[in-house]
């Protein structure tokens, strides 16, 4: 069955009793102070259908959802093996800010979607960019087709002002070796790509080449090859949510990738993009009711890739 | 494309050469003598075509895949929070046998697919089955159609021999209240799993209710529900493949489970189920060639998950 | 200045109000139903004479103490190297239980105090004695001069129904080869010497070779070389008091070694031995009023090894 | 028996056969172009007499030597809470520089001479002196009696080059509120003072407080309260070698704190304070041929704490 803008306003307000169980993201004060009781959704289809329902065009800081988009600057720019050589492809088993793990694994991180690994990627598009800050924003902009997109500037720099704990990740990463840029600047450049301000049909649409084998639906550009774009897929399925990786894929069973702002993308290969918004999250750190809320979609629709 | 005798043969005649590259299992005696270059592969697909090349009706230890039928087993026997409150569904990060996430997890192991989850399992189906071994031995002989499966007494009294680690592991579990019969017993069945004796084609046939919404192709019979088939591959796809599931989907994107003997099943939802063989292992454990032997046979029919 | 009944008794009376305010050990029930407010403290100097307070003339359960008695038999039974490749000298700063460091160190336990190097060397004293538990209780009758010393056999069995977690530490040490029996038997006695009663008098008594250059001053026999007790108390002094021996050697400044049932023996070399009990723990395991009068005696005789 | 020029002679003798065994520290050039024959020790008793033989009188990086130092400023400076809530009294079982401890209790160093607990105290100094680094200078002049010491400036910024790992130490106690001060200052100071250029008599003169309940034997100045003095004693005893306190403790039985730049201080409470150095270090990073000129000294006089 497809989604219909029917089916997705029944299931926001089927989810909607969860609000108020989980718990909005409050280590920076911009994020503390977004209020509870949003809720949206959208979904873009592969032949360039947009479905909406709920808070779907109100922007929202996309956070660590941004790790794919990084990432796939990096597959444009790097070979695999450049890549792959600095960051590993496996879960964590671990929180995604903890250093044990990278410290035991001498300072290579588990993958490019927890911290660590975010980072590296960071530090390497610092290497090969001349202003990575500004690519990623026209990445973003064009593929969503929305020139309005920013950087909230607040958040950057509450999040730099909070970075202590990133610090001593970059610091740790360097002292075995992998990590060659300064570490403020290629910090900064992590925070801001954090702290872009996007909504539900603008993530749906960029991530769009993500459920189209590399091509974006919007742009008919081909991002990445089809591939990449499998292995992305997968990346995103094994380690996209944090330490509840698992529990997505046996509710959910799409590749996704989550931010703490609330924000959830999700992929159907070959049919659709999907993104979802609710600031409350579980205690992996996930969207609670985002998470319900495609739970629920796969289960209407159904469609999961297991 | 269809996967054909044609294209699994050139396959395997391209993965040929990476034996010698990898290294059998060699902590039990009956497995280090396993010739290194035996190979084989079958497709049976959800119409019921059988297709094999190689070695496919050679019969061998399949160790590990066997976790994946006590789990089913388990799901057909119990509700899910009560499997859930004793093993979770998470990736683990950490080697199959470890201990030390499961001390600092109060004796909850990371999912079934690890040594303590699939000991876990069978403490379940020890609990609730008045023959567990006979009940598994009878479950893959209706599955694959083949009533000449047998335990191999051989393999599965050395692993008794060397069953230390795993005792220890049962009893950190017992410590935490995680654990609710006598060790040994448990421990026992845990092993005659592990020594099951079968072929490719048996095992494409006894896994084909997981690419087929819970129904077995070859007996027509509703093994567990389409929801529980959707799970248990996102499981597979998780945690399937000990510490190599990120890079497995990366390369092949397909839910599976490997074993120590190596063997690897994997599944493409909607239409077939795959077993290979070849008894070299690489650094995590799961067969070195067998597992480039999926990821071509991926490449060449077009067909992942992602 | 030297200990007197008048300094014991006043020192007593200070720690008193500190009853209340630990917790007695109450894993099993032979222990938890020890009345919290007993209270007593014997010195036995090195040229004999006996003084005490409170309740030295009750017996407890010795608990962990009776590791400095297992180890001293093994120095008496083994060469040096034949025990220390087996077991480390070093601080585990770990908890006394914990499986995570033997895992990672490969099965060989940080130091003979912790479980895990305890059930070493009971191990180590399994396979060299034909009756392990009757030389031991000899060893304590003579040492003491009381005959009456016993195990608690009510003690023993209940440890013996718990055993699961040093059950879990001895299959591990065995799975890589650091144990030589079978398990139960050596738990057994293990647990048996845990399970010793004895009262303050018969301890300080005991112990007197530790501060008296290895020869018993109740005995006049010489038990281990000199060497080997300095050896020993270093043992005593760095990793004696489970995760708590850096704070005691700060407050209390004498080599020694606590049990779970509330006991503690500290020496000075040269000078004299003490033995405490009070069955209330603080967090580290250690008898809190015990530790305390320690403290105060240390600072009232001006005695300690810094 | 008293030490003697000829029992030193004999004992540095008798202990170069082993340099060639050990490894000179090597991660910054300045350090690693010391030629690894040199040896020199010395003696200073509490009644003022100074007992060399061989390279006493040659300077050298006293590296980790100095946390000893700097621990007894902040014992000068600060109420006992202050200084034993932000760092505790524990021996850590990990390596020097791990960050898996620091992270998984909360950003509290285990002990003050571990490289975390270090630089924490470097941060309780920069928030209470005005030049840290001059107090420190000045210190070690005084009680040396030696106004030539320096910082060996060359090494201070080699190590300010290398400083990643001490970093990502320092960032992460900020990310736990355990850091109050800038980080690069902090570090630079904690540098210098490893940087600090003594001999063996220099370092003799100056801890022989801790040799003489507080009072330093050379300028009659007390320095630190007998109590505080045991109390420092103590936790060099269990924490001042690295992860070799405890075979410090059984082979020479005497408090002591080593240096990467093979310097040992060693005390004997009420008698001496000795300094020994050789450059070669053992895998736990102690001095090799010094910890077996300590030991031989222990036994030849027959001096330890045990």
Known sequence: MRPTKQILSTILSEVKPLIGQGKVADYIPALA?????????????????????????????????????????????????????????????????SLIQLEMEQGIPRNPFINAGAIVV???????????????????????????????????????????????IAYLMRSFGNFDNDVIPVLNNYFHACALKMNCVDLAKTFSYLANKGQSVNTKKQIITPTQTKQLNALLATCGLYDGAGEFAYRVGMPGKSGVGGGIIAIVPGEMTIAVWSPELDKSGNSLAGTRALEMLSQRIGRSIF
């Open 33 to 97: 102070k977004v209020p509870n009781n949003k809720l949206g959704i959208a979904v873009y289809t592969n032949d360039g259908e947009v479905i909406t329902a709920g808070d779907a065009e109100e922007s929202f800081s996309i956070q660590s959802i941004s790790k794919a988009l990084s990432l796939t600057l990096a597959m444009m720019l790097y070979k695999p093996e450049e890549i792959w050589q600095r960051v590993g492809k496996e879960p964590s088993g671990q929180a995604f800010n």
């Open 122 to 168: 960071a530090d390497l598009l610092q290497s090969r960019l001349s202003a990575p800050r500004q690519r990623l924003l026209e990445f973003v902009r064009t593929l969503s087709g929305d020139s309005h997109i920013v950087y909230d500037k607040i958040v950057a720099a509450s999040e730099m002002m909070h970075s202590d704990r990133n610090a001593a």
